[in-house]
Each structure stands twice: as C-alpha cells, then as structure tokens.
C-alpha cells in the first residue's frame, strides 16, 4: 500500500513557537556538527553562520539593530556533505536515519516555518570521486534538484541558504550578532562542555566576527561538574555549571535533549539562599544545571520545543514514568548539595535581612515568626520592603490558616483520643492563638506609628516651600464625604485628635447638616464652601445611644501655616465650628436612629480647630479668651454663651501628642518614638 505526504498539511501540523524563530538556524548548525563528526572532522572543521541583511542594513550597534531586518542566514561547513544516504534521509520526512543521535527527520520543516526558501549547495565524496549537489526547498515546489555534477579536485563542503524570514517569527527574535552568538552558544553549550574539542563554529555579520569558542571561554567561571542520580529507574546526567556574573543572569535548570537546550527553567526560588550572584574562592557567579537523558530523549517533541512529560504523576499513570514536578525535585536537591557551602553567606544575610524587618518596620511578624515554614524565610537580601511585607503576609495567611483548621480539630475531639494528649494539644493550640493576637496588636500599634509618620510629613513643608492642602490631613483622620455608615471604624484615625473620639453613635465627613440623620436641620446649609472648600468642611461627631446625648463633637481642619483668620463665620474656624454646633443644636438633635434628644440646647458641645498658630490664628484664640497651653502649643476654654468647650490644636501639638500617647507601645514593639 503505498501512502502519499501533502507537504502544505505537514507544515501546517508542525508546531513552531513565534519565539522560536531562530530554532531552525540553530538546529542547522546542530546537523552541521553532526556533519563534521561523520567526517572525522569534528575538531578541524569549522561552521560559518552568516546574517543575511537587507542591502545597506549591516548595522551592529543594538539600536540600530533593532530597527534593520534579517532578511536570511547562511550556514557553511566542511564536513561529509549530502552524500546519497543524507539526500535519502533528507528527502524521507521523519527519517531515521540519524535517530541514534536524537534525530527526529523533521528539521527541514522547521526551516520552512521560518523562512519562504532553503537552498544546498554540497560538495561530498561518494565511492572515491566527488559530486556537487544543488537543490531548493520550498512550500510550494517541494524539493527541486539540479542535475548531479561530478567534479574533481575540491573539498567537501556545504553551504546552507535560508532566505525570506517570516516578520511573526523575525519580530521576536535576537537581531544583533552578539545576542544571536550567545543564543546559538547555549543551544550548542552541551557541545562545549561534553567534548574537550569542538569545531570552530563562527558567526559572521557584515565585517563583524565572533567566535562561539572565545564567547564560551568568556563565559565560565570554571570547569563543570557531572554526577548522575537515578529518578525510578531512570539515569540522568547533571551536569552543574558557574557561569562568570553578568553573562548569564538567571540561577537556571536546563532540560536537553539529543545534545541540545530544549526546556529553561528559573530556579531561583526553588532553593533557599539561591538569588543574585554567589561567590566562591574565584569570584562571584551564577549556576546552571543541565540534564541529559535517554528518558529525556524519548520524550521530547518532535519540534524540540518541549517534552511529552507530565507535570505530576497520577493513579493511572505508569509507575516507571517520571514528571517534571519530580525531575525539578531532584535537580532542587542535588543542586543544594553542590552549592551548600557557597549559599550560607546568602542564607545568613537573607534572613537577617527578614528580622531587622520585622524588628523595626513591621513587628506584628515578630510573635508568629516561628509557626512560618522556615525556608520561606530566607529571602534576597535586596528585595524591597513592600515585596518583603507581600511575602511575610502570605506566609502569615498560610499559618493563620493551618491555626484555624488545627482549632477546628482541637475543639471537636475524637472520643476515644487519649485525654493527657488531648490536653497537651489544646495548650499548644491556645499558645498559638495567644501568638497570633498579640500580632494583631502589634500591627494595630504599627499602624498608628505609620499614621503618626504620615501626617508628620503633611503638616511639613513641602520642597516647593508651600504646605499640602487641609484636605490631605482630612483624609488622613477620616475618609471625606463619608459618615459612619459607610466608613469601618478602622478606617478612621480619630484618636490623633482624641481617643474618645473613637467611641461614637455617629460619624460624619465633609457631608452637609441636612444630610446628617443626627439633625433636624433643613435650611440647606452646609458647612462653608461645601465640597467646593474642603478647608471649611468639619468633620461631625455624637456619641452614645443612650438618652440624652452625652456630646456633640465638631472638628475643624485648616491647611497648615494658613495665616488669614479673621473675624466673622467665613475666616474664624472657631466661629464656624461653633456656629455648625448650634445649628445642630437649633435643628433638633437626635440620635443616629432618629429619636429626638430632649433638651437639645443643653447637649455639651466639643469644638477642636487643628491649625498652625499664625498671628492671625492668635488674634482669633485672644478675642475669643481662650487659655494658652503650658507648652504654647494649643489653646482652650470654655464659652458658656454656646456651652462649649473649645480646644485649638496645632500641627506639632497634634504629632507630638499622638507620640507621646502612643509611645509605651512603640517603645514595647522596639519601633522608633523620635
């Protein structure tokens, strides 16, 4: 029965990743090197790939690089040439014919993935004389040969054209030189680091040359090591290589196949201490590991863009088959083994790096620190505070989460557990979740700290020597246009102003009087200015359920170093804060549920006015006979006209109170009170 291939379906049905465009390229200077080993010209023989530009583009710098096209490649060699059996095999599709060396028989139809055309011209010896064969390749035509020529007196050579690159496949690829030697080199590097001798591989752009040999030399640190592990029943070969810093920029696991790159992986994270360059008695490096097998081998994909491997094991899956979850396990822990003496220094400094974090930026880690998996602890020395806080939150989520799926076990025991048991696993149970409250506090004291810190650098004066708007600091103490309803009370940061503050029926910001449920009022006023002038917008308070009213809070927000107070509601944050309090008051007073206040003209009334003390702002707290504070920081008094108490509080007062309140718990956490 004779079967027919249709060359347009079978490249159709071959797979090519568009970041893949220069594996046809490299796979040919693979066969190339095939080539010259047939011919027993491995070490003598040399490989020439040549970048093909469009005319006038032989341009080397990067920028320039990046915006000329690579119109072709050129790969010339010496060896034995497309002698009648290599013709054969390259005219049979999935040839066998090199299958002892990892051939697959399908590399001539990578080439026209890439490109529109290949073309060969090869000068063999076949049966003591020499030939010259020409042919073209293309998806269209197929193979089209020129009659056979015998010739006499030449050496043996092939030169391989690849023309017409595909811009999906040219568009992400390499495209200067160098990049383009340093990815051939690693798709080759197994080459260079098996055998002491390989061919001279050159590649040429333009008057441009550069040697694969020099590029390698360059590249290692020092000599690779080999060992081998057996994974089931399976060898592998690893072979582990120190890259000098700066040529190769990933810790690397490196999956091959037939003698070539096939599968990278990162394994940077994958072992502790493993990050940035490590060094030994030489000098700093990176790590690769490269693995062969014959199991590799026989899984890998035709393309050699990947393998037919799982990534974990299953029940219906063969016992003798191995995934790639436990190919990186083993490569994790071998690769442990050989660099354990070089990443104590990156161990020790990775997880000082994690308790000087937690000692003095985020102390709520500090309780629960131990009940983490202790290699998540070990991180890059460098890495930022905000990732260092990410990766500390996960890890504390993951534990919280083991807690209270241990408690849920704890407090339903089984009857017939061992009761001296049972009790020592509620202790530890409950030792843990006494840990894990005490972290809760400290983030809650940790969290006042950075809001003390945050509204130091408000109040301050900005690098344009202006100061940031009141609305900035509003924000800060509560969310604007919002009331208790709609804000968590831990978004709230009240207890900057007064702790008691906190503890409330109704809270309301930047919200209008006829809006607020807390009053009768609906006269359609509103704080001056509205929306439209945050600096005049007060944030309202009432607390307790309870009948009658305990108080009525009104606080006032001024821009910092604002110097132009004056009397009258528009300019006197006092007069305004205590004119809103009587329109309260005026409006029927009633709890947050709408229950009217008796006697609401009697409700005490609370103004705060937090402002800097300009000599406008000193002239309203006189004509108002308020009472300087001890430190000269603040004024109060009381106005029995509005039945009243005021309090006017500058900027470094407010900052340093709030230290001063909050220091015994900064102190107690180790964080700085200064």
């Known amino acids: 029965m004779s079967l027919y291939t249709n060359l347009a379906g079978r490249l159709r049905n071959t797979h090519l990743p568009k970041s893949h465009g220069l594996l046809p390229v490299f796979e040919a200077v693979v066969n190339s090197i095939q080539s010259l080993e047939e011919a027993d010209r491995l070490t003598t023989g040399q490989i020439t790939l040549e970048i093909i530009r469009n005319p006038q583009q032989q341009m080397h710098s990067e920028k320039e690089a990046e915006q000329e096209s690579i119109k072709g490649f050129i790969i010339t060699d010496d060896g034995v040439g497309f002698n009648e059996a290599n013709m054969a095999s390259f005219e049979t599709l999935d040839s066998d014919h090199k299958i002892a060396k990892g051939c697959r028989g399908i590399g001539r139809l990578m080439w026209l993935k890439a490109f529109d055309l290949a073309k060969v011209d090869s000068i063999f010896h076949q049966d003591g004389n020499v030939y010259q064969r020409r042919f073209s390749f293309s998806a269209q035509k197929g193979v089209q040969s020129d009659p056979l020529v015998d010739i006499h007196d030449k050496t043996a050579r092939t030169v391989l054209t690849l023309d017409g690159f595909d811009k999906t496949y040219y568009s992400s690829c390499r495209k200067t030189a160098s990049a383009i030697a340093e990815a051939l080199l690693e798709h080759c590097l197994w080459y260079f680091v098996r055998n002491p001798a390989v061919p001279c591989i050159l590649v040429k752009d333009g008057s441009e040359t550069i040697s694969l040999s020099t590029i390698f030399d360059q590249c290692m640190h020092s000599k690779a090591t080999t060992e081998h592990v057996n994974i089931k029943e399976h060898r592998f070969e690893l072979t582990h290589i120190k890259f000098r810093a700066g040529v190769h920029k990933n810790h690397s696991m490196f999956l091959c196949a037939a003698s070539r790159v096939v599968k990278e992986e990162s394994i940077s994270k994958k072992i502790p201490g493993l990050f940035g360059t490590i060094s030994d ?72 790096r994690v308790e000087e974090f937690v000692a003095h930026k985020s102390p709520r880690y500090r309780s629960i620190i131990s009940y983490m998996n202790e290699s998540e602890l070990t991180v890059d020395p460098k890495i930022s505070d905000k990732d260092l806080e990410l990766h500390l939150h996960r890890q504390y989520f993951e534990a919280e989460s083991a807690l209270l799926e241990e408690g849920h076990e704890v407090m ?162 006092i007069d305004q804060a205590l004119t809103y309090l009587d329109r309260i008051r005026e409006g029927q007073a009633k709890t947050a549920n709408g229950l009217l206040i008796p006697n609401s003209r009697d409700v005490p009334g609370f103004c705060y006015i937090v402002c800097d003390l300009t000599s406008t702002m000193l002239k309203r707290c006189k004509n108002w006979d308020l009472t300087a504070s001890t430190d000269h920081m603040g004024y109060f008094g009381y106005n029995k006209s509005y039945g009243a108490f005021i309090e006017v509080i500058s900027y470094n007062r407010l900052v340093q109170s709030a230290k001063e309140r909050n220091k015994a718990f900064f102190d107690k956490l180790g964080l700085p009170t200064t």
């Not at 049972?422 to 005490?438: C, E, I, P, T, V």
């Not at 972290?439 to 130091?456: G, K, P, Q």
Request: charge should be negative; include cysteine.
């Open 412 to 573: 339903n025991p089984v009857v017939e557990s061992n009761f001296e048991e049972y009790q020592n696993r509620l202790s530890n149970y409950l030792q843990k979740a006494n840990d894990f409250k005490q972290s809760d506090l400290a983030n809650y004291v940790s969290h006042r700290r950075t809001i003390i810190d945050l509204l130091e650098k408000h109040v301050a004066q900005l690098d344009s020597g202006k100061y940031v708007r009141e609305n900035m600091i509003h924000q800060l103490i509560m969310p604007m246009h919002k009331d208790s309803t709609q804000t968590p009370l831990d978004a709230c940061n009240l207890w900057l102003i007064n702790e008691r503050l906190s503890f409330h029926d109704y809270l309301a910001s930047d919200k209008p009087l006829s809006s607020m449920p807390i009053t009768g009022d609906s006269s359609g006023k509103k704080p001056d200015l509205c929306a439209l002038n945050v600096c005049d917008n007060p944030i309202l308070v009432s607390d307790k359920k309870n009948l009658p009213l305990a108080s009525i809070t009104v606080v006032e927000i001024k821009r910092p170093m604002r110097n132009d107070a004056a009397q009258g509601e528009e300019k006197d944050p």
């Open 281 to 352: 008695d030489v000098g700093k490096f990176t790590y690769a590991c490269y693995l062969t097998s014959l199991y590799l081998d026989e899984h890998v994909r035709s393309e050699r863009t990947a393998f037919n491997i799982a990534e974990t094991i299953d029940d219906l899956t063969s016992d003798l088959d191995v995934s790639l979850s436990e190919i990186r396990d083993t490569v994790a822990n071998k690769t442990r083994e050989y660099l354990s003496d070089y990443l104590q220094e990156n161990l020790k400094a990775g997880r000082e």
